[in-house]
Structure formats: C-alpha cells, structure tokens
C-alpha cells in the first residue's frame, strides 16, 4: 500500500499543530425553542460564526453523504468519524446489509448455512438478539424480518427473539409499534402449524446489553442473565411487559425500561439460550456490539460470572472490530477502508494525539482509524474515564478534563496533529431532556474557548465541527415543521433521535497563513475533512479524496 504524500509547493505559513474538534451531536437547527444549541449560551461558536464564509461553513453529516442509504437517513457518531478519517465515503453498515439481502448474497454466505443448518440438525432454536426500531443507526427491523423469513424457508422450526426497545434513534416511547409489527411477522409463520417462532425477552437498550466502551459492565451483565439464562421478570407477551412497566415507572423512555422475560401459563421462560443453539446479533453497528459478542465467545472473561455458558454457535451482523476480530462469525463484511488520514499521517512520520472520554473514546481512535483498536506508529490516544451517572445529570460530563488532557499534550510540541470528541451534544441529547441538553452545549462552548485559546498561543490551527445533529432539536416534529404536542400535558414531545440537520465547521488560523476556506463546494461533507487536515500540514492530499475545504495556498 503506498502511503506517500508530495509536500505542497507552498504550504501554509504557521509553526504549530493542526487540531480538530468534534462536537458530538451539535448540528445546525432551525433555532427555535426546541434547538438547544440556539438556546445555549455560545459566545465562542457565536463568534467563530460571525467571522464569515471564510472561516466558517456548514457540512453534511447525514445520508449519501456517509456512506447511508438514503439521505433520510440520520447520520451516526460510527459513519461520522469513518468518513472523517477515511476522507471518501464507503458504503456503510444499513446499505451494505440492505444489498447483501436484496442480492439474497447473506443467505448464501457459509456462515448463515452455518447457522440454520446446525438448528435444522439438531432441532435447536435460532435466537436473534438486538434493537427493535428503523432507526437505522444500530439496526433496521426490516432486517431482522428478513431473517426471519430466511430462518423459515430453511427450515428452522423454533426462533427466539431478544427484543433490545429503543426510544433512542426513534420517537422515546414508540416501542409499541415495533413489537406489535415483530409478533404480526412472528405469527405469520407461526400459522403454519409447525414453527414455533416467539419473542423471548427484552428491555431497554441503556439497562440491558449495548454498553459500550467498558463503561459499564453491569448493563451487559443484565443483557446475559436476560437473554442467556432467561432469569427475570416475566410477562406473557411483551406488549404485557411494556405496558406494565411504563405504567410502573411514569414518563419512562423506551431506553430505560427495566428488563423482562416472556414467560409460558407455569411460569417458565420460553427463550433461554441453551447449548446447541445458533445465536446471531443482528445490529450492524459496532460500538454497542462489541461487548455482548464477547460475553459469548471470549474464553478469559473477567468481566462477570457467565456460568453456566452455553455452548452455542454465534455470529454478528457484521463483524464489528476488525483489529480484535471480533465476533469471529458474522454474516455481512464491513467495509474495508484503507489508506485512512492517521494511516498516511503516520507514514509521513507525523505525531498525532487523540482523546475523548470513555462515551466516544473508541469514535475519535477506532472508527476514526477506518475501524481498527490499534494505534498506528507515532500515535497517542487518552481516554478519560466516563461518569456511570445519568447524562443529564452531569451534563458537562468531562469536557473538562478532554481539554485539560488536549492542552497539555499540545505544550509539550510533541503532537503536529490532534483530535478530540466532546460528547456531550450527543449523550445528552439523547435523555430528551431540553435544559441539560442546553447546560451540554454551553459546557462544550467553555472549553472550546479555552481550546482556541491554546491552540493560538502555540500558533496553530483549529477546525471545529461535528460528527451528526441531535442537541439541535429536542422535539419531535410534525410534517410542517411545528414541535407535536403531547395531549396529555399540552407540552411539546422530547426528540431522543439524531437529526438531518448539517454541522457546523469553523476555522480558526493565524493571521499570516493564508488559509481559509474556498466557497465552491457548497454539497461538502464530513469526508472533505481528511484532504482539509492534510492541506493545513502542507501535504498533498491523495487524489481520490474528496477535495480540501481549503482555498490556499496550495
């Protein structure tokens, strides 16, 4: 693989480093009172803002311009930061799964002959775990019922589903809607008369199964005693389990419902899974997938107590760390990208820094680096550690200590290029809750200040942007654009979701450098970041980049 690049003829006149910031989840709303980035108090984004088209544009960070199907659909922190360290646009994890089942290519796969033939052998269940919405940010359901269907014509007698409710990616307390659309489909092949296809458990995706990043272990603890041991609360049908456990909890989302277990007339869990079973993970994405994938497959296992482990035969959607290989078996292969900005920034013998707190840890390194763990040579990553606290508790989360950790990396002249994530946009735009989701942004613009403000002193150059919207917009929306009332309170309903809405990218350079940005690429997105990085350090970016957002000099 060549990884050279030719040093531009002129490159830009500056001494220091190159940082970017990504703003998770800080999109560019329509500046009602819904959108808590307008409501916030940012006199740092304020001012970056008013400098002009020179320094400061928007970006699209949803769509075809991710890699996504479709440009109705909302873009990720996954997809945001492939394409910001990719620098092209790959097809992503809903599009490549959409293809592969269109193709009918999954079910020929040997991994999927694998599974059904194992169940259709032994008689065994096919269990399916993951989040139940169309979302399409982890997971669709219309590929879960095209698994379904496959199990079917196989011949697969008997499926389980662990059902993870969403109300994240999707209306906050919609869960309803899924299931009843999961059992309509479950039951189509159960009238056949000799299938026995059942939901098995659930609960919401922040109480059970999808921790991500080791910052909580419990959640997937809970997930395993849910699903694998069928240990819990049991109702007879889920619809039963939602509807009683909302009405135990008032005003609980989706995402934190407690879980549950589907349960015959004597009491028993229909869907424990046993040995000899066929498991797959039917979630595309990664970052939420990687530790339950563990739980069943890794053999030195410290994290919890799995005894007994079954014996089963597991695969994933996709396979979801390519470094670590993890799971071993999976159905559709991710996307293969290469020659990532870090991948030929390292060649080129630059030092680079990276940091986020544990919630996006893993999106400014991991997926950042084209979905590889490891750092490349001349690399540094820090993680601060995450609280285990609720988001909109602690809304400022660790902004603080990411910069702190940025700042004193940048001073000691190491680092030529740096890379950070706040996430608190994101993370706390997902509570619903609008006041922690305004307190979240003004905590980002504090230390963003505090950033251009070191950043400058060393004579460098900082681009701040985001990887997707969702603190821009706190309420759900009818077709006109109004916030939808809640008929019970009169009040608008809490949004979970992310949003369409572009991103915001400001430049901020010394005043002799000559850069800023040019005005012709008014469709730019994300992946245009890579080739800007690359210009701002006097490289050459490679041809089949999308082009630099930068004018000059070149």
Known sequence: ?????????????????????????????????????????????????????????????????????????????????????????FDQGAKRINDAIASGEIFRSPVWEELVGRCASRGAPLHLIGLLSDGNVHSHQDHLFALVAA?????????????????????????????????????????????????????????????RYGADWDMVRR????HVRGAGRGFPS??????????????????????????????RPVGPIRDGASVVLFNFRGDRAVEICRAFEDGDFPHFDRSPRPDVLFAGMMQYDGDLRIPGRFLVAPPAIDRTLGCYLSAAGIRQFACSETQKFGHVTYFWNGNNSDPLPGETFVEVPSDTRPFEERPWMKAAEVTDAVVDALRTGTYRFARLNYPNGDMVGHTGKLLPAVLAVEAVDLQLGRLVEAVTALDGVLIVTADHG????????????????????????????????????ALVAPEGSGLRFRTDLPGAGLAHLAATVLQALGFEPPSDYEPSLLAGPS
């Not at 307008?38 to 699209?60: E, I, N």
């Not at 311009?65 to 492939?82: F, I, K, Q, R, T």
Request: charged share 25%; proline share 7%.
């Open 1 to 89: 693989m060549d990884l050279t690049l030719n040093r531009l003829r002129h490159p830009p006149r500056f001494s220091g480093p190159v940082v970017v910031a990504v703003m998770d989840g800080v999109g560019i709303g329509c500046r009602d009172e819904g959108d808590a980035v307008a409501q916030a108090r940012t006199p740092v984004l304020d001012r970056l803002a008013a400098r002009g088209p020179a320094f400061y544009r928007s970006l699209k960070a949803h769509g075809t311009a991710v890699g996504l199907p479709s440009d109705a659909d909302m873009g990720n922190s996954e997809v945001g930061h492939n394409a910001l360290g990719a620098g092209r646009i």
């Open 151 to 211: 199990a079917d014509g196989a011949g697969v007698r008997t499926v389980r589903v662990h059902a993870l409710l969403d109300g994240r990616d999707v209306p906050e307390t919609s869960a309803l809607t899924y299931v009843d659309a999961l059992e309509a489909t479950l039951d189509a092949v159960r009238r056949r008369g000799d299938r026995d296809y059942r939901i098995a458990s659930g609960g919401g995706r922040m109480v059970v199964t999808m921790d």
């Open 223 to 226: 997930g395993w005693d849910t």
């Open 238 to 267: 889920a619809r039963e389990a939602i509807e009683t456990l909302r009405a135990e909890n008032p005003g609980i989302a989706d995402q934190y419902l407690p879980p549950f277990v589907i349960a015959d007339g004597e009491g």
């Open 470 to 505: 969702n603190a821009d917009d706190m309420f759900e929306r009818d077709r006109s654009g109004r916030p939808e009332l809640d008929p019970a309170t009169g009040r608008p309903k809490p949004r979970t979701s992310h949003t369409l809405n572009p991103v915001p990218c």
